[in-house]
């Protein structure tokens, strides 16, 4: 399941930070997580070219790889935020963080399956996603270092 945009991780953690600060609203934490997703990948972040060898079977690998990696990183990510005495909700911080990474496990899917029902939705996505990188990316590497001080800046609030 390929799907692209900030770090998957990052929109956890902007998920999680949103069910932080609403401990007694988990619906309205999924839905602000779920919007942030799409407001953050309005952010250029580098990763266009691998959506785009990932389409045309070109280094697919390394887009596959790219994702195995970050959604490792969550599960770490989850785990210690989890494991911890910092969360004020458990249930808003979870449905912040599944509002936050929702839409590209969404889309994954699509890739995988391609359900007409969710083209829709890809569509969206990737209106969002392309909007200001569609016609020219920022560098991998500089996104990757852009996102490690974002997701940096937001653990530092949440921790």
């Not at 401990?23 to 990763?47: C, K, V, Y």
């Not at 839409?103 to 007409?116: A, M, N, Q, S, W």
């Not at 852009?146 to 949440?158: H, K, T």
């Amino acid at each position: 399941m390929v799907a692209y945009g900030m770090f998957i991780t990052t929109h956890a953690a902007i998920g999680a930070l949103i069910g932080q600060s609403l401990p007694n609203n988990p619906a309205l934490a999924f839905t602000l997580g779920m919007a942030s997703h799409f407001l953050t990948d309005l952010i250029p972040h580098g990763d266009t070219n691998l959506y785009k060898n990932y389409i045309a079977k070109t280094k697919a690998y390394r887009s596959v790889a790219y994702v195995v990696v970050d959604s490792f990183v969550l599960l770490l990510f989850i785990a210690y935020f989890f494991s911890s005495d910092l969360i004020i909700s458990r249930q808003a911080v979870t449905y912040g963080i599944i509002g936050g990474v929702l839409p590209d496990f969404i889309v994954g899917f699509y890739e995988v399956f391609k359900p007409r029902w969710l083209k829709w939705f890809h569509r969206i996505h990737f209106l969002f996603h392309n909007h200001f990188s569609g016609h020219k990316d920022i560098p991998f590497s500089v996104g990757f270092a852009l996102q490690l001080i974002f997701l940096m800046g937001i653990l530092s609030v949440i921790i």
